[in-house]
């Protein structure tokens, strides 16, 4: 009996050893700081972006006389009386914290809003980055939380981003830190060196992955509750709205009828089968450019006919994390015109980091 199961334990013991192996490769080999370093330049940018767009409606977002009153948001935060809301009648407190619900002077927001656009210039260039990206991630969610009609999904995937991006070194490359280090370390007469990979780069990269799995995974599998998603005409409703979509395709419903079914049928199976298949697929080195590529596709896609661009840019800054350091350096020194023998243009990630 004895000689029967030592093959067996032979085998528990070599799954338990790979099992360990591969979890500390996954997560904790050094990385290369570049790829979080360059979601955090995208990150700033769309920060930028969507935040100098609010300042001149900033007073009717988050002021006292906002869109949602001082009085208005305090019912939300207690839980008013909603029969809809359950048996008892009441709704449940929301949890949501602010820093505008103690900054109430109308100089006093402009004041504080304009140091929070400086954070996020700050995160942007890399001065001071990880303080940077702490005071971002907190003006950030105080804004979404005081003026809470405008949260959707754009502002959930920059929340994550900045999570994340707290606990990275952000500034070790591509920032003013970095330059900062780098001149210090001339004016002393020491040798300056690449940036370090360090193993919290690759957990935060790591973490950045799995989080946007989960939500193209969750996004496919809603979808599917949807009738529209169902009989194949709910890419070609949305083709249809045109009122805030850049480009104006509702041309397309003097086409013929077969060619009306097939663009949305062929729509809505490619955004299903992309985005049922990201979390499943995506770990496959051959299959990750095709994957990228096709994520690159439906955000431009969603950007040019919903009009939803900064979304559609948030959700690409995510798949980012999906490109290999040497690949961003690669397109940065072909950017300056530098030469790079060592760099592939390849889309691949490194051992660090798959």
Sequence with gaps: MKTLLQPAWRYVAELYRASVTGWDRFWFTPADPTTLAMIRIATGLILLYVYVSCGPAISSLIGAEAWIDDQAMGQIRAGVSNPAAGEDGASHSWWGHSLWFYVRNPAAINWVYAGFLAAILCMLVGLRSRTACVLVWIGHLSFIHRS??????????????????????TGDTLSVDRLLRDRRKRRAGESVTPPVPS????????????????????????????????????????????????VDVRWMAQLPYWCVDLVSTVGVAATLAFEISFVFLIWNRMLRPLLLLAA????????????????????????????????????LDSIRGKSSETLSPGIRVPQSTD
Excluded at 158 to 163: C, D, P, Q, V
Excluded at 203 to 221: E, S
Excluded at 301 to 317: E, N, P, Q, R, S
């Design 148 to 169: 809470h009609t405008t949260w959707f999904g754009l502002d959930v995937i920059l929340a994550m981003l900045l999570l994340y991006l707290m606990f990275g070194p």
């Design 199 to 246: 193993w919290s780069a690759n957990v935060v990269i790591r973490m950045i992955q799995i989080h946007l799995c989960i939500i193209y995974l969750c996004a496919g599998l809603a979808k599917l509750q949807g009738e529209m998603w169902w009989d194949g005409t709910a890419i070609w409703h949305v083709l249809m709205i045109g009122d805030l979509a850049p």
């Design 296 to 331: 690159v596709a439906l955000h431009v896609g969603i950007g040019v006919f919903m009009g939803l661009d900064a979304f559609a840019a948030a959700m690409l800054t995510a798949c980012l994390s999906f490109v290999a350091p040497e690949s961003l350096r690669w397109f």
